[in-house]
């Protein structure tokens, strides 16, 4: 029974430990914040018996220059006039010291609690970091392994789940002038198929709200979509990085997580990534194009070629 009790305690002492852990920058944060504001209150308290203690010195003082004065100098000489008037000065110091010493301590609490806060969330943001580094790397050079063996066809077959459909349509014969059906092969694509980073450019936005860039005419949404990709290709050679989220922003999708870390860097001489910010509307994206232009689709499909990490990359 006891070795039941002991070890359901451990377990939870355990858990609550893990806990406490996982969530220590949250803790300390708002014990430093507390800590300041409360630092603060007390030293502004404080504040108002100054008056009393500068009050007390000012008159020891006065007490101590009119005995100087009035006394001869061999019952009170000057020495001992310079002897109490240290000694006041010290004790008026200490008592400074004793009002406003809870104040700082918290302050100094405060400040030591934020940075240690900050000092772990940095240690795991680096750790993210290099995780999401090593499998990018590992991915790119799985795909590199693909795309030697059996060719670029099969990588986009296999990253963006192409599946082969067969379709029946009709065309008009050049030489006859008469309709004939034709059966042609062709790859289905979707948004849940393509990278984390696809959006779906139409009139609901991902977080189900109104794009207020979605206009009723195909043509419009294309001049949009293109002139917003040039816009964000000038932002990036002239910043020299450019965040997922703010192309995000720029089509008026909803940020992500990711989109503050991944995105693109730019360097004329030592390239890192493309270089330049592709929406994917040519690249991997010809079906859903051709048909958006036609009238087929409501919906335009944009994929972004984004380099990684770039809080590692720049």
Same mark, same amino acid.
């Given at each position: 029974?006891?070795?039941?009790?002991?070890?359901?305690?451990?377990?939870?002492?355990?858990?609550?430990?893990?806990?406490?852990?996982?969530?220590?920058?949250?803790?300390?944060?708002?014990?430093?914040?507390?800590c300041?504001?409360?630092?603060?209150?007390?030293?502004?308290?404080?504040?108002?018996?100054?008056?009393?203690?500068?009050?007390?010195?000012?008159?020891?003082?006065?007490?101590?220059?009119?005995? $100087?004065? *009035?006394?001869?100098? /061999?019952?009170?000489?000057?020495?001992?006039? %310079? #002897? +109490?008037?240290? =000694?006041?000065?010290?004790?008026?110091?200490?008592?400074?010291?004793?009002?406003?010493?809870?104040?700082?301590?918290?302050?100094?609490?405060?400040?030591?609690?934020?940075?240690?806060?900050?000092?772990?969330?940095?240690?795991?943001?680096?750790?993210?970091?290099?995780?999401?580094?090593?499998?990018?790397?590992?991915?790119?050079?799985?795909?590199?392994?693909?795309?030697?063996?059996?060719?670029?066809?099969?990588d986009?077959?296999?990253?963006?789940?192409?599946?082969a459909?067969?379709?029946? $349509?009709? *065309?008009?014969?050049? /030489?006859?002038?008469?309709?004939?059906?034709? %059966? #042609? +092969?062709?790859? =289905?694509?979707?948004?849940?198929?393509v990278?984390?980073?696809?959006?779906?450019?139409?009139?609901?936005?991902?977080?189900?709200?109104?794009?207020?860039?979605?206009?009723?005419?195909?043509?419009?949404?294309?001049?949009?979509?293109?002139?917003?990709e040039?816009?964000?290709?000038?932002?990036?050679?002239?910043?020299?990085?450019?965040?997922?989220?703010?192309?995000y922003?720029?089509?008026?999708?909803?940020?992500?997580?990711?989109?503050?870390?991944?995105?693109?860097?730019?360097?004329?001489?030592?390239?890192?990534?493309?270089?330049?910010?592709?929406?994917?509307?040519?690249?991997?994206? +010809?079906?859903?194009?051709?048909?958006?232009e036609k009238?087929?689709?409501?919906?335009?499909?944009?994929?972004?070629?984004?380099?990684?990490?770039?809080?590692?990359?720049?």
């Open positions: 029974m006891k070795t039941k009790m002991l070890s359901a305690i451990t377990k939870a002492l355990g858990k609550t430990s893990f806990k406490m852990k996982k969530h220590s920058p949250e803790i300390l944060t708002v014990a430093g914040v507390v300041t504001a409360a630092g603060t209150i007390m030293a502004c308290k404080a504040t108002l018996k100054v008056d009393t203690i500068l009050d007390e010195h000012k008159d020891t003082v006065e007490k101590i220059h009119k005995c $100087e004065e *009035e006394k001869t100098t /061999e019952v009170y000489s000057q020495e001992d006039a %310079k #002897k +109490d008037l240290t =000694t006041t000065y010290v004790q008026t110091g200490v008592k400074f010291v004793k009002l406003y010493a809870p104040s700082v301590a918290l302050c100094v609490l405060g400040v030591t609690s934020l940075l240690t806060s900050n000092h772990i969330l940095r240690k795991r943001n680096l750790a993210l970091a290099a995780a999401y580094t090593t499998i990018d790397t590992a991915f790119k050079e799985y795909r590199g392994r693909v795309v030697e063996r059996f060719g670029d066809t099969v986009r077959e296999l990253r963006y789940n192409l599946k459909e067969k379709i029946e $349509e009709q *065309e008009i014969d050049e /030489e006859t002038g008469k309709k004939k059906k034709v %059966k #042609k +092969d062709i790859h =289905t694509i979707s948004s849940k198929d990278s984390g980073y696809a959006r779906l450019f139409e009139q609901y936005n991902d977080a189900g709200e109104i794009n207020p860039n979605w206009e009723t005419t195909p043509e419009y949404n294309l001049m949009f979509i293109k002139a917003q040039r816009y964000v290709n000038d932002l990036l050679v002239a910043k020299g990085r450019v965040f997922l989220n703010e192309v922003k720029c089509l008026g999708f909803s940020e992500t997580k990711e989109g503050q870390i991944v995105g693109w860097v730019y360097d004329e001489k030592n390239p890192v990534g493309d270089n330049y910010i592709d929406f994917g509307l040519y690249r991997n994206n +010809d079906i859903y194009y051709m048909d958006y009238g087929k689709e409501h919906t335009i499909l944009l994929d972004f070629n984004v380099d990684g990490n770039i809080w590692e990359l720049m």
